[in-house]
């Protein structure tokens, strides 16, 4: 795993660790080569009943012509979750999905991710970072 944010995006990480996005990095890296990935935005975990349940929304870089990254093309978009039992008896147990939602233009993804916390009414948007914040390289 990395070794915190990317700094291209100015954000301490104070989510987007832990046992559940452990897993979820991993999921996520079963899914893509890590190298594609052009943002991870982290929504704020939530904790309820002895549960954590995480989701992140990933973006990547369209290999095949279709542009990508920060020039404007186009980025294949991913909704990423996990739901990670952190009391009781079945503590340790966990859920990971990782499901391909979008191809959208990139500065449009910007602009939902900051929609997504408005509808939702979250105190904070979800926090961008880039792939090192949970790969190497």
Do not use: N
Not at 5 to 10: H, N
Not at 112 to 136: F, I, K, L, N
């Amino acid at each position: 795993m990395g070794a915190g944010p990317d700094a291209r995006f100015g954000h301490p990480l104070g989510i987007g660790r832990g046992p559940g996005w452990t897993e979820l990095a991993a999921a996520v890296a079963a899914a893509m080569p890590p190298t594609e990935i052009e943002t991870i935005y982290l929504f704020r975990p939530l904790k309820r009943e002895g549960r954590e349940w995480g989701t992140a929304v990933v973006t990547r870089c369209v290999p095949d012509g279709g542009g990508g990254g920060a020039g404007g093309g186009r980025l294949r978009v991913y909704t990423a979750r996990y739901m990670l039992v952190v009391r009781g008896k079945e503590r340790g147990r966990s859920k990971v999905e990782v499901e391909e939602v979008a191809l959208s233009p990139a500065d449009v993804v910007t602009q939902v991710m900051q929609a997504a916390a408005d509808r939702t009414g979250e105190a904070e948007p979800p926090v961008a970072v880039g792939r090192s914040a949970w790969y190497e390289g």
